[in-house]
């Protein structure tokens, strides 16, 4: 309970704290139960001690890499949002959390990272930009193709014999998922009524990037934006628990130390990485210059005796020609 | 077997008359692949969901009494058995290894002469374990499975509580699912019984099974003309 764990997570972007519903739900939870967490944000999963995101790294027992798992032992450190539920409202929690992965979740990476549109324009441009050279070439496409197969898994080998035909069906499914999780928050603050508990925690995750973020292919978002009570309830969570869009609030000193860290080490490294790549280019070239001749050093007796007729051979050549 | 048992039970709470017929082609004649199916006139629909959609459309439903929030709920609870009790007895049954040996790959391949039940055995337990692997299962062990299953159960009975079914008087859709499975692990001889004692130890679900088999098996199984291996395959839950 003493020490400040660390919790590595996918960069903000949206006006979210983090585009990644899996990192976006524990920040969410830690929020929630004011777990003291140096939160770093990073632009690729390879910063990550385990080398995925997002990942909890613990004094005692390593580093946690699954959302569900870091959640646990949050839990397990005192910091439970589901103290005050009955049993039975532990039980709908588990019973909607079930719904959510089922029906909503993998038709929200559908829509960010297979929908061909979105994933071109929207999700791999953001990527991209984010993700530090020489990454941005090859990890989001490589992102594509995990997230490509993992769905292909799911949903059985039907997927691809008749795509559109089972994705209507799954897009009909995950509409009336948002619609029967509209019915069961009705106009209550949160789902077990006035404090977050962890079920707030996972559907704002999930909601949260779908609301927010700019797609050009839409049909699941326009069905989320027609159900006013869930986008009230994810601006609100926003304002309550992240209030400055994104970042850290400033009250807060370990996490301005991880926050300010993290961007702090973004900057140096950029920077180092242009010089060293402008550096390596020189160096590419003046080596290529002296191996092949261009360019000698004439010291008088200094340096190999062969090198000094060549280079007079070859100036010699040039000029005849 | 759980969803065998899972639409039979609805189907029977709809009162509508059901013939099994067991077949080894199952899965080639089904239009999802997926097993089991029901093949009404020329239609052939497979798959919980879509039987009670085609049902519904036909006029029956199950559900129509339930308000907004208890549908949501429902199937919410629907999901759960879905995420965490299939998923744990496909693990079980494909990914135990002492389990894959002694039981299902001889069961699954009994239809088919050597090598082609070794073959298809395998193929099979490959494409499951991909699929775990996908879902985040393949790093769990047995005592995190049988902890999960154990989680569910506790949902599931407190939802239960003292009710005789899930949404008070009425069956849904939910009992029927609930019951395929839980008939399912109850009777299935398995190399352990870790699995039926971890649902055994709630009282509600052990004696809500049993008053669904009272209730809507007893009576079909004389109507039943399946097959001989189909009666036989029935085992009852009163001993």
């Not at chain 1, 069906?169 to 977050?196: H, M, V």
């Not at chain 2, 089991?36 to 629909?45: A, D, K, L, S, W």
Request: proline share 6%.
């Amino acid at each position: 309970m003493a020490a400040p764990m660390e919790l590595f997570c996918w960069a903000g972007g949206w006006g979210l704290p983090s585009v990644d519903p899996d990192c976006l739900a524990v920040l969410t939870y830690a929020r929630f139960t004011g777990a003291p967490l140096k939160v770093h944000r990073v632009s690729s999963p390879w910063r990550s001690p385990s080398g995925r995101l997002p990942a909890l790294k613990t004094r005692d027992e390593g580093t946690i890499s699954k959302t569900q798992q870091i959640i646990t032992h949050l839990r397990k450190q005192k910091y439970n949002a589901d103290y005050d539920l009955s049993a039975t409202q532990g039980a709908d929690t588990l019973a909607f959390v079930s719904l959510l992965e089922e029906k909503l979740l993998p038709v929200l990476i559908h829509t960010f990272w297979v929908d061909a549109k979105n994933y071109v324009e929207h999700t791999r441009k953001w990527y991209a930009e984010t993700i530090p050279f020489p990454l941005n070439f090859f990890l989001p496409n490589c992102m594509h193709k995990q997230h490509v197969e993992r769905l292909q898994l799911m949903w059985g080998d039907g997927y691809m014999e008749d795509e559109e035909k089972l994705e209507k069906e799954l897009y009909r499914d995950a509409r009336e998922c948002l619609t029967l999780l509209s019915q069961r928050l009705g106009s209550q603050k949160f789902f077990f009524g006035d404090s977050p508990a962890s079920l707030d925690a996972f559907v704002f995750s999930r909601l949260a990037p779908l609301l927010k973020a700019k797609l050009p292919n839409g049909k699941l978002q326009q069905h989320l934006k027609s159900l006013q009570n869930l986008c009230n309830y994810c601006t609100s969570i926003l304002s309550l628990y992240f209030p400055w869009d994104g970042g850290d609030p400033p009250t807060s000193a370990p996490r301005v130390g991880g926050a300010e860290g993290g961007d702090a080490e973004e900057d140096p490294h950029k920077r180092r990485n242009q010089l060293l790549s402008v550096l390596v280019g020189l160096a590419a070239m003046l080596g290529y210059a002296f191996l092949s001749g261009i360019v000698s050093i004439q010291r008088g007796a200094v340096g190999p005796a062969g090198r000094q007729p060549i280079a007079l051979e070859e100036e010699e050549e040039e000029e005849e020609e | 077997m759980p969803k065998s048992q899972a639409i039979q039970a609805f189907l029977q709470m709809c009162n509508l008359p059901v013939r099994v017929v067991c077949r080894a082609n199952a899965e080639y004649m089904s239009p999802s692949g997926k097993v089991p199916f029901i093949h009404v006139g020329n239609q052939v629909v497979s798959e919980l969901g879509p039987i009670v959609q085609f049902v519904k459309a036909k006029g029956h439903s199950l559900s129509d009494g339930l308000d907004e929030v208890q549908k949501a709920e429902m199937k919410a609870y629907m999901e759960l058995v879905n995420n965490m009790l299939l998923t744990a007895e496909l693990y079980l049954q494909w990914c135990d290894d002492v389990t894959v040996e002694e039981i299902t790959h001889p069961r699954y391949g009994s239809p088919y002469p050597w090598p082609l039940n070794r073959i298809l055995a395998y193929q099979k337990q490959w494409e499951i374990r991909r699929k775990m692997k996908a879902i985040g299962w393949a790093g769990k062990s047995l005592e995190q499975v049988l902890e999960d299953v154990d989680q569910c159960c506790q949902a599931l009975s407190q939802r239960l509580g003292t009710q005789p079914y899930f949404f008070n008087k009425q069956p849904t859709e939910l009992d029927a699912l609930v019951f395929g499975h839980l008939f399912t692990i109850l009777t299935t001889q398995l190399t352990t019984d870790e699995l039926s004692e971890k649902v055994k130890n709630y009282g509600n679900l052990t004696a809500f099974c049993r008053r669904i088999e009272q209730q809507y098996f007893e009576g079909h199984d004389k109507d039943n003309s399946g097959t001989a291996a189909a009666r036989s395959a029935k085992r009852s839950l009163l001993r």
